[in-house]
């Protein structure tokens, strides 16, 4: 079982209410990579530049994820600053450095054609795609994708979701792409593109999922006090992947399990400054979590 | 087993995306009347005024609905008037005409001093206050306010609130109150307040509850349209109370079975124009929902 994710691996500058730091690490890949690695094997195929710190490196090299793919090439790494107002709920983009990734192509390590399962976190959907082709033993896939790429390239978004298992979008994206108010009616709209199910991704009020016949609500996780929601979204995926790369078969139970796990990485996330806490949560952590979730939404039915 | 329900019984103007009405049945204690009598006895306290179309009394009147506290003032019946823009979330009141509801008291009816509970829907907590007092044999409440209220005298509103068993809010009136950004803590905040539990309305994101040793999160109903939002969380304080006054014990199991029974009520008054689909609804169709309810949230956990 092995689970590939794809995406940038960057440098972030963070402000939140609790905390300010000029270099974390940071990046879709980086975020799902972590949280992955707690339910399988991990590869990482992404570029970093010459500037990347081999401390960061350092964190990524887990024992069970593979940075072979991890390619430094000539330049800058990408970096990301943002800072969010006291709510959490508003985030201001600083700026978005693309950096090596404006070059970075895929090529895959030896031996990872054989990847069971990928994650393609937000990038160039031509990129996603090109990866997933590289992989002819894929079983599962997941893309991912941000607002830049929907206003820049719509209709190639669309064709990368279409070719995928899965997609997850944020609740606005979902709206602006589909066109359509609601939640549900956006959720089968994008299914409706192809596919075989969407994740609508709620922030604190939790996820939906829709396929055709299937159609589940996760809740968010009643956090106190959230320290940093950066990486929140690629955690969830790297969880939903990390769990379904490790099940005999897809079934719809198992889709459901998967995205509890990755409500409950992620909520794990957003407890800790960048991805602090992500790297001290045990697989316990998370286990003991995933009640708590089932114990928050449980509810009699007479027969 | 009897509810009284008091608040405003209105005249509505209502316009959205798929109507426009000069003139509906409307006002908080109507939704919830109708809501509650699908579960169980209602008594309705509240004033109209002279012009109070007969059609509107009759409309009222269903075989568990006792009017006999619907008293009839001089002057004119509350207005309000309300638009809903395309995306449904975002609503202009367009006026709010107190008219008789300036003056009405509560006064009671021979033989309701034994109602068993109370939902006092949004009023001035001085006049809910009132009502609960005239109450001995009370065994549950629930206390509904707006952000008119909580601005005008949120002490006030405080003091009604602790009084009660529970409270409902919307989630900004949560936020407002309580001065804090997370749903969980601004719960936890106003739980601490007073009272047993607290429920955080979230619209289409469903309802959280929090209790001292207990915390619920109930779905959104995944709608594909909605056709009215008018009258949903009053629809689901009736559906709520109209369960838990069956109920031979209020128990945290009994709490939560009303929290999906107040959501699945809402989720039908949303799908009509005014009250007119909660009108049609059978106790048949609310079963088949609540079971929906379930459906949409079960995962399961390995032992």
């Known amino acids: 079982m092995t689970l590939l994710i794809s995406g940038w691996v960057a440098i972030d500058e963070l402000e939140t209410p609790f905390g300010k730091a000029d270099s974390v690490l940071g990046g879709p890949a980086s975020y799902a990579a972590i949280a992955a690695s707690l339910f399988t094997d991990v590869r990482v195929l992404a570029g970093v530049g010459e500037d990347f710190p081999p401390a960061f490196r350092a964190t990524l090299a887990r024992p069970n994820i593979d940075l072979a793919g991890l390619t430094t090439l000539p330049g800058k790494t990408s970096r990301w ?64 994708t941000i607002r830049f790429f929907i206003e820049l390239v719509p209709e190639e978004v669309k064709r990368a979701m279409r070719a995928a298992t899965f997609a997850t979008v944020n609740e606005g994206e979902a709206r602006e792409l589909a066109q359509t108010p609601s939640i549900a009616s956006a959720g089968r ?115």
Not at 89 to 113: F, I, K, M, Q
Not at 271 to 293: K, Q
């Open 81 to 144: 600053g943002a800072r969010y107002e006291y709510d959490m709920n508003t985030r201001d983009v600083l700026y978005t450095d693309v950096n090596v990734n404006e070059h970075w192509r895929p090529s895959l390590p030896a031996g990872w054609a054989d990847s069971r399962s990928v994650f393609l976190a937000a990038a160039h959907p031509a990129v996603q795609m090109e990866i997933a082709a590289m992989l002819p033993g894929l079983r599962t896939s997941l893309v991912d």
């Open 189 to 303: 709209k994008l299914l409706a593109n192809g596919g075989q199910g969407v994740i609508v991704k709620l922030g604190e009020y939790g996820a939906a999922f829709v396929s055709k016949d299937d159609y589940f609500v996760a809740p968010g996780y009643p956090l106190e006090e959230i320290v940093d929601p950066t990486g929140a979204g690629d955690t969830f995926g790297g969880g939903f992947m990390g769990y379904l790369d490790t099940v005999q078969h897809v079934t719809p139970a198992e889709i459901r399990k998967a995205i509890i796990y990755g409500s409950t990485t992620a909520s794990f996330a957003v407890e800790g400054f960048g991805p602090a806490r992500l790297l001290t949560l045990t697989r316990a952590d998370v286990e003991r979590r995933y009640r708590e979730f089932r114990a928050l939404t449980h509810f009699e039915v007479d027969d």
